[in-house]
């Protein structure tokens, strides 16, 4: 026992799969920021919406901390903010990887302790992610770190513990999001995408298509719901990760494309990234050789029946 | 592997340092789980001494987003100044500049409706109106108004209802409580 719990967190991983969480938290966490940008003053600065005696009062006891606190004038938030870009860009190509990392994980957290009313679910996931991140091993191997000053063991097998973590996260977040929908009426009754689709959150809340064609709405609600279910036991497996990526990235473009909820559905790709395996990656590499029809055929076979355990 | 700096240890001390650290692993593991256990639940104490990680480390998180549908079709929403000499008039809720509320930023809807209907957010909301006070003031040069933050909603009608008519919404105007600017 002791053994499989020593290889389930410090066996093999390819480092390629830590350079992709990497790269693609990066890049989704810098959308966030960009989203955030025209309301930075709204939601940081003293002069804004989230008066910091409020957040005092609310948060007593709590062990949050912000540089928001310290930083409160228009120009400093608006400071602080280029600087946290900064620091994503440089997460992203890994350039100076460590510190980014640490500077990433000090914006999630400043701005979601300074900002708490303004929160949303993909704040937690990039908040958690931003930690994991941190702490795990960077992916030296897709880096300017890299291409600047190359060490031999960049491209060394790195232990899996920060995968491991990554993919516990997207379990535990389709897991509770599935267990607190189920019991719902709505949720049972297949009339959830209906309503949403006439909701201030949908992007064409005037289209009564799914209302009027009510069966539609009932084959995209379990299909959500099956799909949320099931995505991290098919993404575990090697034989059934096509479909939960397939799943996966069809809900969320599902949900990107008809809500205004982009910036969650871009929010959600980094963990899939978690459960790519050397196989997968080199499959991946070989798709972006891909030169006629010939070849993507012949690539998108292999993929299917190679059966591989995740790692 | 690639997995260790310059100093070289025993193997008992690698694999003791490893299990250690496997220890953290799962540590972190049950946190980021346990504090999804409902208040109401017998288990919940389990989750209560790790708050403070949970903090700590931001991996505080909830997935309670659409656990059931929307109930609004449109939502805007503005503050309500009554002036000392009883001219009502209105203006804009975001602050600052007292500007108009727009619909189509999810997170400051998701702010105003926190504020206006958890008990938990009531501070912020007492804080959010003493600042909108303070830009009415300065906008005035006086103080004294009362203040109501107006909720024009639109409310979404059932399936059913909308299928027979082709009315998707009702109207509504939800007021909060008066709020009076100090002088």
Redo the contacts between chains.
């Keep these: 026992m002791?053994r499989r719990?020593?290889d389930f967190?410090?066996g093999?991983a390819d480092?390629r799969a830590y350079a992709l969480v990497r790269i693609v938290f990066a890049t989704t966490a810098l959308i966030n920021l960009v989203d955030?940008w025209p309301?930075r003053?709204?939601?940081f600065?003293s002069?804004?919406?989230?008066?910091?005696?409020?957040?005092r009062?609310?948060n007593a006891g709590?062990?949050?901390g912000s540089v928001f606190y310290l930083v409160t004038s228009e120009t400093g938030v608006t400071l602080l903010l280029v600087g946290a870009a900064l620091a994503l860009v440089a997460l992203g190509v890994g350039l100076g990887t460590r510190v980014a990392a640490v500077l990433a994980?000090v914006w999630?957290?400043s701005y979601?302790h300074r900002a708490f009313?303004?929160?949303?679910?993909w704040d937690?996931?990039l908040?958690?992610l931003?930690?994991l991140v941190l702490v795990s091993?960077s992916g030296r191997v897709w880096s300017v770190d890299h291409l600047l000053r190359p060490r031999p063991?960049?491209a060394?097998?790195?232990?899996a513990?920060g995968l491991?973590?990554v993919q516990?996260?997207l379990f535990?977040?389709y897991?509770?999001?599935a267990?607190?929908?189920t019991p719902?009426?709505?949720?049972r009754s297949g009339?959830?995408l209906?309503?949403?689709s006439?909701?201030?959150?949908s992007r064409t809340?005037?289209s009564?298509f799914l209302?009027?064609h009510?069966w539609i709405s009932a084959v995209g609600t379990y299909l959500s719901l099956a799909a949320e279910a099931s995505i991290p036991w098919l993404l575990w497996s090697k034989r059934t990760r096509w479909l939960g990526m397939a799943a996966g990235f069809g809900l969320h473009l599902m949900i990107g494309t008809t809500a205004?909820?982009g910036v969650?559905s871009i929010c959600m790709a980094t963990p899939y990234m978690a459960f790519l395996d050397r196989g997968d990656i080199d499959w991946l590499i070989g798709l972006g050789r891909v030169r006629s029809l010939r070849d993507l055929r012949d690539r998108l076979t292999p993929f299917a029946e190679t059966p591989r355990v995740s790692g | 592997?690639?997995?260790g700096g310059g100093v070289t240890l025993s193997p008992r001390w690698r694999?003791g340092l490893?299990?250690a650290?496997?220890a953290l692993?799962?540590g972190?593991?049950f946190a980021?789980?346990a504090q999804?256990i409902p208040e109401t639940s017998a288990l919940r104490p389990v989750a209560v001494p790790l708050r403070?990680y949970d903090?700590?480390?931001?991996?505080?998180?909830?997935?309670?987003?659409?656990?059931?549908?929307?109930?609004?079709?449109?939502?805007a929403l503005d503050l309500v100044v009554t002036e000392p000499d009883g001219r009502i008039e209105t203006a804009g809720a975001?602050?600052?500049g007292l500007r108009t509320f727009d619909?189509?930023?999810?997170?400051?809807?998701?702010?105003f409706m926190?504020?206006l209907y958890d008990p938990?957010?009531a501070?912020?909301?007492?804080?959010?109106v003493?600042?909108a006070c303070g830009e009415l003031h300065a906008r005035t040069g006086h103080g004294g108004q009362k203040l109501i933050v107006r909720e024009s909603i639109?409310r979404?009608r059932w399936?059913n209802q909308?299928?027979e008519d082709?009315v998707?919404?009702n109207p509504e105007e939800h007021a909060s409580q008066v709020f009076e600017c100090g002088g």
């Design positions: 002791k719990i020593l967190f410090w093999p480092p955030l309301h003053i709204e939601y600065a002069t804004g919406m989230v008066p910091l005696d409020g957040l009062q609310a709590k062990l949050f994980f999630h957290l979601c009313p303004v929160l949303h679910g937690a996931l908040r958690s931003s930690l091993p063991e960049d060394g097998d790195v232990p513990y491991r973590l516990w996260q535990t977040l897991f509770m999001t267990w607190l929908k719902d009426a709505f949720w009339q959830v209906a309503y949403f006439i909701s201030q959150y809340p005037n009564l209302v009027r009510e205004r909820l969650f | 592997m690639a997995d694999t490893k299990g650290a496997c692993f799962l972190h593991m980021t789980c999804a403070h903090e700590l480390t931001g991996l505080w998180q909830t997935w309670d987003m659409f656990t059931t549908i929307p109930y609004f079709h449109g939502y975001l602050l600052p619909a189509h930023v999810v997170r400051t809807e998701t702010l926190r504020y938990e957010y501070p912020y909301l007492h804080a959010y003493a600042k639109q979404m399936l909308i299928r082709g998707v919404a």
